[in-house]
C-alpha cells in the first residue's frame, strides 16, 4: 500500500535551516508528483510547491520561493524539503502529499518548532 | 492566485441531520474543454492529516461514503453530507486545482451537537 513516512517533529533553532523527508514507499517513486504542504497551528493549508522525481521538476508557491527547496534522493525513494533560515512564523506541520492536482495520499506530518 | 472562500466557518449539527457547507472560487474552476470544474474537498479528523473525499467537484475518492455528495460549477461549490454521523466531527477543506499554486479554503469546522 501507498505510504508516505516522516518524522513527527523537529526543534530547530532560529536561523538553522532544516531539512524536512518525506519517504515514500509502495508505489514506483519516480511516477507521481511529491507536494509539501503547510499547517500552521489552528490554521488552514498552504501549497508550499511540488516536484517530479523522475526529473526533479519543481513548481513553488512563490510565497515560499526563498523559504522552500525541494529536492528527491531516487536510491531510497525520498523527497526533501529544506527550510531556509525559519523564524517563528514557520513553526508549523509540513506535510507531504503524492499527487499533481489533487492530494489522494498524505504523510503523517512533521511538527516543526522553531525556538531558541 | 484563485482565492477560496469556504462558509460557514463552523457548523453544528446532530446525528442524521443534513450538512451543507459552501465554497467559493476567485475564478471559474471549469475546463471548458472537458467540462469538468478542478475542486476538491478534504476531510482533516483532529489529530489526523487530510483526507481526500473529493475531486472534479463531485467525484467521490475510492472507498468514501456516498453520503458525502460534491457539487456546483465554475465558482460555486457544495459539500453535502446527507446524514452526519459522529465520525463526520472534521474539518472540511476544499481546494482548487485548476492552476497553481494550488489553494485551500480557510476550512468549515463540522460539530456534532
Known amino acids: 500500500q501507498v505510504q508516505l513516512q516522516q518524522p513527527g517533529a523537529e526543534l530547530v533553532r532560529p536561523g538553522a535551516s532544516v531539512k524536512l523527508s518525506c519517504k515514500a514507499s509502495?508505489?514506483?517513486?519516480?511516477?507521481?508528483?511529491i507536494n509539501w504542504v503547510r499547517q500552521r497551528p489552528g490554521q488552514g493549508l498552504e501549497w508550499i510547491g511540488n516536484i517530479f522525481p523522475s526529473d526533479s521538476y519543481t513548481n513553488y508557491n512563490q510565497k515560499f520561493k526563498d523559504k522552500a527547496t525541494l529536492t528527491v534522493d531516487k536510491s531510497s525513494s525520498t523527497a526533501y524539503m529544506q527550510l531556509s533560515s525559519p523564524t517563528s512564523e514557520d513553526s508549523a506541520v509540513y506535510y507531504c502529499?503524492?499527487?499533481?492536482?489533487?492530494?489522494?495520499?498524505w504523510g503523517q506530518g512533521t511538527l516543526v518548532t522553531v525556538s531558541a | 492566485d484563485i482565492v477560496m472562500t469556504q462558509s460557514p466557518s463552523s457548523l453544528a449539527m446532530s446525528v442524521g441531520q443534513k450538512a451543507t457547507m459552501s465554497c467559493k472560487s476567485s475564478q471559474s474552476l471549469l475546463n471548458s474543454s472537458n467540462q469538468k470544474n478542478y475542486l476538491a474537498w478534504y476531510q482533516q479528523k483532529p489529530g489526523q492529516s487530510p483526507k481526500l473525499l473529493v475531486y472534479f467537484a463531485s467525484t467521490r475518492e475510492s472507498g468514501v461514503p456516498d453520503r458525502f455528495i460534491g457539487s456546483g460549477s465554475g465558482t460555486d461549490f457544495t459539500l453535502t453530507i446527507s446524514s452526519v454521523q459522529a465520525e463526520d466531527l472534521a474539518d472540511y477543506f476544499c481546494q482548487q486545482h485548476y492552476d497553481t499554486p494550488r489553494t485551500f479554503g480557510g476550512g468549515t469546522k463540522l460539530e456534532i451537537k
Open positions: 509502495g508505489y514506483t517513486f519516480t511516477s507521481y508528483w
Open positions: 502529499t503524492r499527487g499533481r492536482a489533487w492530494f489522494a495520499f
